[in-house]
């Protein structure tokens, strides 16, 4: 049973952030940013039918080499219309894991569809894929080539991965489980813009993916998403219903759908093009600020800091603490020590499956996220701290 000096954490904490107080993740804006969000106000077209929008566009799906992307005014959004995109059935289950944040399972709800939460690795956030299959083939049936959820009786129609940190979850053979019990796969890769999975980028290896530019992200846009995917049919019907579903007309009002008005503004997808454009540089200083992390802790028993999978290049949105299984100091010690010395650092979200509000949902048994609750706190990730690094 190891015993940490959360005063130790601090102090390498302290040295890193020079006696400034840095958020958990902090945007830095250039000039470049400033100008091209003038250039939009002058436009005047600052609303989603704005060039702006398509140029952000069309950098991000040649940034990702996605055929399709639509941007939208959140994450949430996006979450939201990838599910309407993929026609998900009123009243059947989707696959998630428990530890994410609360939007991955809101949008499930949102469709009439229900949260079933699954666990995560024993030593990181992101499914266990290996316990998934185990999990599944015990209660799921395939009956008339649909797939049941035998204890509900409800059909199971998609699974949702997230890439938590970013860091790629075990993609290939989720993918196998997907294409056998013939779900949809989804990945929310909100934290994981630029994180790459063998040679694919995240948010383009499922059937869609969802992004997210909030204040917090890699890349934000003030607030913003957008759905990615190569399926012709899905990014048409994702245009179009989360536009009023309005039919082309030159003056015209007649709407084929009752839809939704989510698209990113002009104003905040000009605030992003060059963001897109800066996007490896900034992946390279969140490498360098994890680096730093690992040589910093590398001599404290009883941590480790969450690096990447093999074969996979993280983009490292959140470097975290990840406490022994068997350390015997608490992450509320560690926690309020970071704070009383002037350093932010957080737990991980509740997992949902704790939250009152998805207190009924089914789920798999929670062998590890729990645990890691109690085992994991996020660091100060600005990619600017990485800057007299190196
Ligand atoms: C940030 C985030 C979202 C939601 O994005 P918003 O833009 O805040 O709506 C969804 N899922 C995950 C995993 C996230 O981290």
């Known amino acids: 049973m190891f015993e940490l000096k959360p ?60 055929k399709h992307v639509v941007a939208m005014s959140s994450g949430t959004a996006a979450l939201h219309m990838s599910l309407v995109g993929a026609e998900i059935p009123h009243d059947s289950e989707i696959l998630l894991p428990s530890l994410t944040f609360v939007a991955t399972a809101n949008a499930i709800k949102y469709v009439g569809a229900h949260p079933h939460f699954i666990d995560s690795n024993t030593d990181d956030p992101n499914i266990d894929v290996g316990y998934l299959r185990e999990y599944l083939l015990h209660i799921l049936t395939i009956k008339n080539g649909q797939t049941i959820n035998k204890k509900t009786g409800r059909a199971v129609s998609a699974i949702i991965a997230v ?15 997907a294409d056998e019990y013939n779900l949809i796969l989804i990945e929310d890769a909100a934290q994981a813009l630029g994180s790459i999975y063998k040679d694919d980028k995240c948010s383009v290896i499922g059937d869609i993916g969802t992004l997210s530019f909030n204040g917090n992200k890699i890349l934000t846009t003030g607030g913003g998403g957008a759905v990615i995917t190569n399926n012709e049919k899905y990014a048409q019907r994702i245009r179009h219903l989360s536009t009023t579903a309005k039919i082309p007309h030159k003056w015209d009002f007649i709407h084929d759908s009752i839809a939704y008005n989510l698209r990113l503004p002009g104003i905040n997808a000009a605030l992003g093009i060059n963001q897109i454009r800066r996007l490896e540089e900034t992946i390279a200083f969140k490498r360098t600020l994890s680096q730093y992390y690992q040589n910093s802790f590398k001599d404290f028993k009883g941590l480790t800091i969450l690096h990447e999978p093999r074969f996979c290049r993280s983009n490292y949105w959140l470097n975290a603490i990840l406490l022994d299984a068997n350390c015997k100091t608490s992450i509320q010690e560690i926690l309020s020590c970071l704070h009383e010395n002037g350093i932010f650092a957080r737990p991980l979200w509740m997992p949902l499956h704790q939250l009152d509000i998805y207190r009924d949902a089914p789920r798999a048994t929670m ?24």
């Open 163 to 177: 890439h938590i940190f970013g860091h790629p979850v075990e993609m290939t053979e989720l993918k196998k489980i």
């Open 367 to 390: 062998h590890n996220a729990e645990r890691l609750y109690q085992r994991i706190i996020n660091l100060p990730s600005s990619p600017f701290l990485a800057e007299g690094l190196s």
């Open 7 to 66: 005063r130790d954490i601090a102090k390498c904490l302290q040295l890193l952030q020079n006696g400034e107080f840095y958020s958990i993740h902090e945007p830095r804006f250039k000039k470049e940013d400033e100008d091209t969000v003038i250039a939009c106000i002058r436009s005047t077209f600052v609303s989603y039918v704005s060039d702006f929008v398509k140029i952000f566009e069309s950098e991000l799906s040649q940034y990702l080499g996605a």
